[in-house]
Each structure stands twice: as C-alpha cells, then as structure tokens.
C-alpha cells in the first residue's frame, strides 16, 4: 500500500512538461511568428514613387535692352578763375588823397572809372615849369631863325661887294646854333609831355569792367612809384581749367586750328546747399599735357559770371570748385545698361524664354561711373538682371519681379 501511494502518476508528469513549454518556448514562438509576419508585410507594401525635387527659383529684377541714341560726354573739374587778372600799380609816388566807394575787396567797377587819386600837386608845377622851358625853347628858335637869316643877307651884301670870295661856312650862317636851339625846343618838349602824363598818372583808373579782389592801399597813405595799390579782375569772361584723360580724348572733338567750334559745357556747384549750373563753353586747349598727371588740361570759358540770369541763380563766383559735363562726340546708337548689372567688368546675365539665366559677353564701347555703352553682345528686347543674383550659375531659374 505505501509503495503504490508514492509512485507518481502519468498525467502529472505530462502536465508539467507542458507548463515547462508553455513557459519557454511560446515567446520564441511569437517572436519567430512576429519576424515572418512582419517580414510578408514589407514584400507586400506597395512601391514608394520617387519624385524629383526642383531647387527654389530665385527672385530677380528684370530690365530689357533697347538700343538708343547716345552723345558721349566727358567728365571733369576744377576752379573758376579770372581770364583777365591786374595788379593795379602806382606809377608815380605820392600821397593817396582820394578813393573810390567801390575801391574795396568784392567792389564792381566800369572801365574808366577813377579808382584812385595821388596828391597831384608837385606834378602840377612840373607840369608849369617843363612848360616854360618849352615857351623859352620857342623864343630861342625865334631868335637863333631871325639870326640866321641875317647872318645870310649879310653874306649875300658881301659877295656882291666881292669882299668874300669862298663859300659861307655853316658857322657863318649861324646853323649849329639853329640846331642847339632847336634840339633845347624837343628836349622841353618831351619833358612837358612827360610832366604831363606823371601828372595824368595820378588820377588811377579802371582799365576795363571788372571787380576788385583784393585791396592793397587806402586813402592818406604815401606810395612810391612801382607800389602795388590792388588786385583787380575782368568780369566780362570766367574761365575753368579742366584736366582730361588720354582716355577721355577719344570721345571729345577739341578746337584747334583747323576745328574752331566751341564744345557746349554745363559747369554745377553746390552753392548754399543747392545745386547750380551754369553754361560754358570749351574754348581751346592748353596743347600739352602735364608731364606729372599726364592729362591735357582744355579751358571752359563762362560768359558774363556775375550776371544772374534767372531770379535765384548764384553768381559764377571766382574760386568756386565745379564739376564740368563737356558735350562728347555721337555715339550713334548703343545699348545703355547699368554699370552694377555687370558681373567681371563685361558680363550680363540675361534671362531666356524658360526663366533661365544665361552669361553674356558684351562688347563695350565705353563705360563711365553709371553706365556701360553696349555695341554687340545683345539683342533687340533682350531681358537681363538688373542685380546680378548672388553665385549665378548658368541654366539657374529665376522668377521674374512683377510676375506674379
């Protein structure tokens, strides 16, 4: 009986063996099922299209090229300067007793105006007594003349006494002494006439419409002859000294002997905080360049600077810097396009029919600090980019501003 009680039973056994299975084979069983589920899943998911990405337009202005007719002018500057400039001096010495109200720094004069006066008294009695010496030069004449003629009756008596029978002598007829009374006469005469003139030179008077620039002695003070009295200019032509480049000759028709025709010029300044301009003209060359900065300088001549012609407009004041446009030769027709559009000095990039940029060489007639003047290279309704994008490449699309 105790043997059979303790021999285990056959279904306990099985059923312990199952509990082992079920504890570690199931979760490698849903792993290993898992895996084949998972894996059927992807070979049956259907095909991902792949679509290709275009890259981002980028923004442009647009401008487009049009051939237009173009006058080349040139660019310069300098100073307004008198072309006709005096030193006013003193040809007699003397005290100044008189000035005039518009002897001063910044006064307009005419021409004959009396600028100064110098104390005329001394030459008022050189002028008295050179003009009697020539009054006893006159009567000397008178005498030595009456002399002579009868130094020649008394001679003509003689001969027809026979009581000289050899030529008179010049002595005898009084004629050395004719000539020394004579030459006493011119000699009073030109110091009258020099008395005269010192006398004229102490009234001082403007030798042409003009200005006084600078004021150098005033009334009471002694001068000496060769005293500088002012500085004084004519107001009735400016002139600017311009310097031009071998460079800038090539667009610029100069007069010159053969080619008389003046050049049309606009001169402007900034005057109280406002811009004026003023018409001018070129004038001439100086016919040489300047060794040192190897430009030839021309000169732009100003009519009448200190008129002003309209209400408000400054006058061309002597000193004032300008900046000068000088009328070029006909360029003909050209493309004209911004000088910032241009990548490298020649390149535009314009924009084809497809919103592509494309790289354009130019042939370039001239460029000055706006614009590029375009003889090949372009077409007739081209567009182009105003601003370069940033790194351009070749075939990048663009959208046009304003396109929408």
């Known amino acids: 009986m105790w043997f059979a009680a303790t021999m285990p039973l056959p279904t306990q056994g099985l059923g ?98 009396i600028l100064v006066r110098i104390d005329p008294s001394n030459y008022r009695t050189a002028v008295k007594k050179a003009k009697a010496s020539v009054k006893k030069a006159e009567t000397q004449v008178a005498t030595e003349n009456a002399l002579a003629g009868y130094a020649v009756d008394d001679w003509q008596r003689l001969r027809s006494l026979n009581a000289a029978t050899k030529e008179a002598s010049d002595l005898t007829l009084r004629k050395p002494q004719l000539a020394e009374v004579l030459a006493e006469l011119d000699s009073a005469a030109a110091d009258f006439e020099k008395a005269t003139r010192d006398l004229n030179r102490t009234i001082i008077r403007a030798p042409y419409d003009g200005m006084v620039r600078e004021k150098l002695a005033d009334i009471g003070q002694f001068i000496n002859t060769g005293t500088d009295l002012a500085a004084i200019f004519a107001t009735d032509f400016a002139e600017v000294r311009l310097p031009l480049t071998q460079q800038d000759l090539r667009f610029v028709n100069l007069p010159d002997r053969t080619n008389r025709a003046h050049l049309p010029t606009i001169l402007k300044a900034v005057v109280g905080g406002e811009e004026q301009s003023w018409s001018a003209k070129i004038v001439r060359s100086e016919g040489v360049f300047d060794e040192d900065q190897r430009v030839l300088y021309v000169v732009a001549q100003i009519d009448e600077p200190y008129v002003r012609v309209a209400p408000g407009e400054e006058p061309a004041r002597i000193g004032t810097f300008v900046t000068a446009e000088i009328e070029g030769k006909d360029a003909g027709n050209l493309f004209v396009i911004p000088r910032h559009s241009l990548s490298r000095g020649d390149t535009l990039w314009v924009v084809d029919a497809d919103q592509m940029i494309q790289p354009r060489s130019l042939d370039i007639v001239r460029s000055d600090q706006q614009f590029a003047y375009v003889d090949g290279g372009l077409e007739e309704g081209t567009r182009y980019c105003v601003t370069p994008p940033s790194q351009p490449l070749p075939g990048m699309r663009v959208r046009v501003d304003g396109d929408g």
């Open 16 to 113: 312990l063996v199952l509990k082992k299975i079920l504890r570690y084979g199931l979760p490698l069983i849903i792993v290993v099922a898992g895996v084949f589920i998972a894996r059927g899943m992807m070979q049956s998911r259907p095909q991902a299209v792949q679509v290709a990405t275009l890259p981002p337009a980028v923004l442009v202005e647009v401008a487009t090229a049009y051939r237009e007719h173009v006058m080349f002018s040139v660019s310069s500057q300098g100073s307004i300067r008198p072309r006709t400039a005096t030193t006013l001096v003193s040809e007699v010495s003397g005290q100044i007793v008189q000035v005039s109200p518009e002897f001063v720094s910044g006064g307009f004069f005419n021409r004959g105006d």
